[in-house]
C-alpha cells in the first residue's frame, strides 16, 4: 500500500529567512497549519535563504523545520495545492504588513466579521489571503511574487493591517 500524501511547492516568508521548498499537509491546510499540538512545519527539498543578504544559490536540505510561530506567510503558487483551502464568502480587501512583506489583497470572513473583529476572532493563526499584491520592505535574496492568487498568512505577524 502507498501511505504518500501528496507534497506542494510552497514559499515559507519568516522574518528572517526565505525558504522555497515542498510542504506536505495532512488534511485541510488551515486544520494542519493551525494544529494545536504541532510547533514545527517541516519543509521537504528546501533552499533556505537569509532576507536582507544577497548570497547565491543555498544548497538543497532534504528536510528543514520551520518554527510555526515564525512563519510571516506561506505562498502556494500552484493551483493544485488550494483545493483544500476553505474560503468564507464575506471578502473585504485590506493591507497588512507581514513581517518584511507588505500585503494588498482579499480577506474571506463569516458573515458577520469585519476587519474590526476578524484577526481576534480567528480559531487559529493562519487565514487565506487571496489576489494578494506582494512588496518587499527589506531586501528579499531571491525574486519575491509580485502576485500571489493565494497565500496562507499567521496573525501572528500582522503587525498593522487596514482597508
Not at 494544529?35 to 538543497?60: C, M, Q, R, W
Request: charged letters at 15%.
Amino acid at each position: 500500500m502507498d501511505y504518500t500524501r501528496p507534497r506542494f511547492d510552497a514559499l515559507v516568508v519568516t522574518t528572517t529567512f526565505q525558504i522555497t521548498g515542498q510542504i506536505e499537509p495532512i488534511g485541510t491546510w488551515l486544520d494542519f497549519l493551525n494544529a494545536k499540538d504541532k510547533f514545527t512545519l517541516p519543509v521537504y527539498n528546501a533552499h533556505v535563504l537569509a532576507i536582507g543578504t544577497s548570497a547565491g544559490p543555498a544548497p538543497e536540505k532534504p528536510q528543514v523545520y520551520v518554527n510555526r510561530n515564525d512563519i510571516c506567510f506561506i505562498h502556494l503558487p500552484n493551483r493544485d495545492s488550494h483545493q483544500s483551502v476553505y474560503m468564507l464568502k464575506n471578502v473585504q480587501t485590506a493591507i497588512a504588513h507581514l513581517g518584511p512583506v507588505i500585503c494588498r489583497g482579499e480577506w474571506h470572513m463569516g458573515a458577520d466579521a469585519t476587519l474590526v473583529t476578524f484577526v481576534d476572532d480567528l480559531p487559529g493563526n493562519f487565514f487565506p489571503i487571496t489576489n494578494a499584491d506582494l512588496h518587499a520592505k527589506a531586501p528579499m535574496p531571491a525574486p519575491l511574487p509580485h502576485k500571489a492568487e493565494l497565500i496562507l498568512a499567521n496573525r501572528l505577524h500582522v503587525s498593522i493591517y487596514h482597508p
